[in-house]
């Protein structure tokens, strides 16, 4: 005898629901991030800022902005340049501070997690599940927000880790 049992689990909003679609190619299947020069795609390494802003450029619909942000860490002609500017000057992507953005470095899931719901015009009230996030956490909205549309999920423990970093597979 076979018994199955369908529960109703957390459910993912729309992206037009969210104004995401307003931004974002959602609904054209591109590609939006890239293997490497040598033919490899690294899965397990960690993505890089760099790498997370020439992703969301790439899904980016208008890229026709006047780039107002630059960083001093940034030269014009490297292969992000163009999509680190651009989310910086329309808000998307902050720096890390003294006009640096840091693009080499391992992009946490907190990080990660805002810049994407910078993309949205959506409420981030709601329940925190994590324990190792607290109200006081500069993140601590967005994560909240993005726990209530389904963007987010944390470890069977009951934490999300915000310092963690993300993997390319992930």
Do not use: C
């Not at 910086?88 to 805002?114: C, L, M, W, Y």
């Amino acid at each position: 005898t076979i018994s199955v049992t369908f529960e109703e689990g957390e459910q993912v909003i729309d992206p037009d629901e969210t104004g995401v679609s307003d931004w974002l190619n959602t609904a054209d299947h591109i590609v939006y991030l890239n293997g490497y020069m040598d033919g490899i795609f690294r899965p397990d390494d960690n993505m890089t800022r760099a790498e997370v802003a020439q992703m969301f450029y790439n899904l980016l619909l208008n890229k026709n902005v006047a780039a107002m942000v630059s960083f001093t860490d940034v030269p014009a002609d490297a292969w992000y340049a163009d999509a680190v500017n651009t989310l910086a000057s329309i808000g998307v992507i902050k720096g890390v501070g003294n006009n640096q953005f840091a693009p080499d470095r391992a992009i946490t899931r907190a990080e990660f997690t805002v810049i994407a719901m910078r993309f949205a015009e959506l409420d981030t009230s709601g329940e925190n599940i994590f324990t190792d996030v607290s109200a006081d956490d500069w993140f601590y909205a967005q994560v909240v927000g993005s726990i209530k549309y389904g963007w987010i999920t944390g470890y069977e423990d009951g934490t999300f880790r915000p310092n963690n970093t993300i993997t390319r597979a992930e």
